[in-house]
Antibody
Framework: QITLKESGPTLVKPTQTLTLTCTLS??????????VGWIRQPPGKALEWLAL???????RYSPSLKSRLTITKDTSKNQVVLTLSNMDPMDTATYYC????????????WGQGTLVTVSS | QSVLTQPPSVSAAPGQKVTISCSGS????????VSWYQQLPGAAPKLLIY???KRPSGIPDRFSGSKSGTSATLGITGLQTGDEADYSC???????????FGGGTKLTVL
């Protein structure tokens, strides 16, 4: 059974760096073709794709946030970490991580999400 | 503004059929597979359709997907009140070199 769980701070101050961890269970990020992505959703708004890391360490970022985003993986810990620098109130959102299986692109399993509020 | 375009809302009566459109371009839908996600109120998105028209295990055949050119469509038949949710399309964009989503469509079952 594949599960993902996001963890991190629920409140950050403007200009701070957000660090979120996605803990994976039921699959390995060392399996060929597999990836883990991050997606966020501001309250009442649409899903926004942020980043994806593949089993081989290849990374993709949203062009609009690329300068502020970093995605890394620790296969031994079964974790994927996302950092977003220079946080702004506009970054207030629920952040999800999701499992990308091998083959064509889609997000098969999603974490429950974690709400991050940016406020001083 | 989302890369893929969906209607903000659709509605239909219980037992009826509804379709939700998702429009893109040659850099995304036109050359990649489309997936659909259902998001019940207060819950995380759930995969509903992948590879344009395939259903994951456990998804009833009331849900269907199709793609033509740079557009995709989600169909739901035999509507139930439990189908009230937000539905989003997603795919890969070759120009952006990343995933993209639609703006989401809120389904109301009257």
């Amino acid at each position: 059974q594949i599960t993902l769980k996001e963890s991190g701070p629920t409140l950050v101050k403007p200009t701070q760096t957000l660090t979120l961890t996605c803990t994976l269970s039921g699959f390995s990020l060392s399996t060929s073709g597999v990836g883990v992505g991050w997606i966020r959703q501001p309250p009442g708004k649409a899903l926004e794709w942020l980043a994806l890391i593949f089993w081989d360490g290849d990374k993709r970022y949203s062009p609009s946030l690329k300068s502020r985003l970093t995605i890394t993986k620790d296969t031994s810990k079964n974790q994927v970490v996302l950092t977003l620098s220079n946080m702004d109130p506009m970054d207030t959102a629920t952040y999800y991580c999701a499992h990308r299986p091998s083959g064509w692109y889609y997000l098969e399993y999603w974490g429950q999400g974690t709400l991050v509020t940016v406020s001083s | 503004q989302s890369v893929l375009t969906q209607p903000p809302s659709v509605s239909a009566a219980p037992g009826q059929k509804v379709t939700i459109s998702c429009s893109g371009s040659s850099s995304n839908i036109g050359n990649n597979y489309v997936s659909w996600y259902q998001q019940l109120p207060g819950a995380a998105p759930k995969l509903l359709i992948y590879d344009n028209n395939k259903r994951p295990s456990g998804i009833p055949d009331r849900f269907s997907g199709s793609k033509s050119g740079t557009s995709a469509t989600l169909g739901i038949t035999g509507l139930q009140t439990g189908d009230e949710a937000d539905y989003s399309c997603g795919t890969w964009d070759n120009s952006l070199n990343g995933g993209v989503f639609g703006g989401g469509t809120k389904l109301t079952v009257l």
